[in-house]
C-alpha cells in the first residue's frame, strides 16, 4: 500500500509540474513570435542605414523564415531521442548568441545576416516543441485547449510584433531589437524545473534530406534575386537528387509515396504559390506607406493593428466556418478576397492610407480564413499514420513560399522597368512601381485560385456530386 501510495504521489507531482510548464511554454513560444514578426518590418531601416537594395536587405527576412522551416522539421526529429527541456534551452541560447552577436556587430549587414540566422534558429524550438509537449505530455480532452492557444499566441504576437518593432526603430534604433530576445532568458529556470527529464531514445535525423530542401530553396531564392540561369539549374539538379534521394532512402524525412499522392502535391503546390504572397504585400507594405505617404514605423505599425486584430477573430472561427460552408468554398472566397484587397491598393495606391488599412484589413482576413480548410483538405489526403510528417513538410513548405515571396517582391522593387506604369494611368515612378508590384501579387494570387479549382475544386465538387 505505501508503495502505491507512493507513486500515485509522484504521479501526481509529475502532472503538476507538466500543467505548470505549459503556461511558461507558451509564454516562450509567444516571445519568439514576437521576436520574428518584430524584424519583419524593420527592413525599410535596415536598408537606410546599410545604404542597400530592397534585394540585399530581404535576405535577413528570406534566410530566417528559411531557417524557422527547416529548424522546426529538425527540433521535431531530435524530440525523439533529445528531452524537450534539452532542446529548449539549447534553444534559447543559441536565441541569445544570436542576438547578442547582432547587437555587437550591427555595424556589418553581413554579420546581421548571420546573427539572424543562429537567433531563428532558436526561435525555431519553441513552436514545435510546444506542440509536441502538449500532444505528449497533456490529456487528450485538454489537448485541444492548448493547441487552440498556440493560434491565439501567433495572432497576438503579429499586434505585439509589429508594435515593438515599429516603435524600438522610431524611439531607439532598429538594433535594439536585438536585446528584446534577451528576456527569454527568464524562462529558462521555469523550463529547468517544471519540464520534465525524459529518457533519450535512439533517432534519425535527416540531415541528407534536409540539406537539400535547404539547397533548392537556396538556389530558388538566388535565381528570383538574380535571374542567373547558373542557378536555375543548379535548383532543378537539387530537385532531381531530392527526389532520387527520397525514392532510395527509407529514412528519409519525407517519403517518396507522399509525392505520389497526386491530391496531397496538388495542395501542396497551390499553397506554395498563394502563401509567397502573404509575406510578400506585407514586406511591401512598411516601404510602400514611407515612400508614398511619408510615415514613420511607429505609426506603419498602428496601422497593421486593425488587419491582425480582425485575422485573428477570423482565424479562430475558421474552422466552424468551414464546416458551414464547406472547405472549397472558404478557399475561393479567401483568395477571391486576397485579389480584391490586392486591386484596392493597385488601383488606389496614391489616393489615402485608409485604402491600405482597409485592403490589408480583408488581405490578413482572407489569409486567416484560408488556414485552418487549406490545411485540414491538405492533411485529408494522408492517412492519420503519416499526418505528422504532412504537417511538418506542409509548414516547411509555407516557410519556403513565405522567403520566396519576399525575394520576389524585393527583386520587382529594385526593376527599373517596374518604375513605368503597367496601366499608363499613373506618372509618379514610386507610385507605379508599387501599383506595378500589386498587379503582379493579383496575377500570382488569381493563377493560384486557378491552380486550386482546375487540380483540387473541380474534382472535390465532382466527387460531392457522385455521392
Known sequence: ???????????????????????????????????????????????????????????????????????????????????????????????????????????????????????????????????????????????????????????LSQVIGALTGGYVSTYFHWTTLFLVPLVTLFTLPFILKYLPKEETKNSHVDVVGLFLVAGIAASLLLYITDFNWVYLLAFVAAVALFLAYISKNSKAFIGITFFKNKQFISLLGVAFVIYSVQLAYIFLFPFLLEKLYGLKLDTISLLLIPAYLLAAIVGALSGKIAKVLGSRQCITIAMTGMIG??????????????????????????????????????ISTIGKDK?????????LTLNVAMSIGIAYTAAMMDHSAMRSNILGYLSQPDASMFSNILFVLVLITAFSLFLYWVLVGRKVKMIARDL
Open 1 to 155: 500500500m505505501t508503495t502505491i501510495s507512493a507513486n500515485a504521489t509522484i504521479t501526481e507531482t509529475q502532472e503538476y509540474s507538466v500543467k505548470k510548464a505549459v503556461p511558461v511554454m507558451l509564454l516562450l513560444f509567444l516571445l519568439c513570435l514576437i521576436i520574428d514578426n518584430s524584424f519583419k518590418i524593420v527592413s525599410i531601416d535596415m536598408a537606410k542605414d546599410f545604404n542597400i537594395s530592397a534585394t540585399t536587405v530581404s535576405w535577413q527576412a528570406t534566410l530566417a523564415g528559411l531557417v524557422i522551416g527547416i529548424g522546426a522539421v529538425v527540433y521535431a526529429a531530435l524530440a525523439d531521442s533529445i528531452s524537450i527541456r534539452k532542446l529548449l534551452t539549447i534553444g534559447i541560447i543559441l536565441i541569445c548568441v544570436g542576438s547578442v552577436m547582432g547587437y555587437l556587430f550591427q555595424h556589418s549587414f553581413l554579420l546581421v545576416v548571420v546573427s539572424r540566422i543562429i537567433q531563428t534558429a532558436g526561435l525555431a524550438s519553441a513552436e514545435t516543441l510546444y506542440v509536441i509537449f502538449v500532444t505528449k505530455h497533456l490529456p487528450v480532452h485538454e489537448q485541444k485547449k492548448f493547441l487552440g492557444l498556440s493560434t491565439s499566441s501567433f495572432a
Open 341 to 378: 484587397s490586392l486591386l484596392l491598393g493597385g488601383f488606389f495606391v496614391n489616393t489615402s492610407v485608409i485604402v491600405f488599412v482597409l485592403s490589408m484589413i480583408v488581405f490578413s482576413s482572407s489569409f486567416a480564413l484560408m488556414y485552418a480548410p487549406m490545411l485540414e483538405s491538405c
Open 387 to 395: 499526418s505528422g510528417t504532412a504537417i511538418g513538410f506542409y509548414n
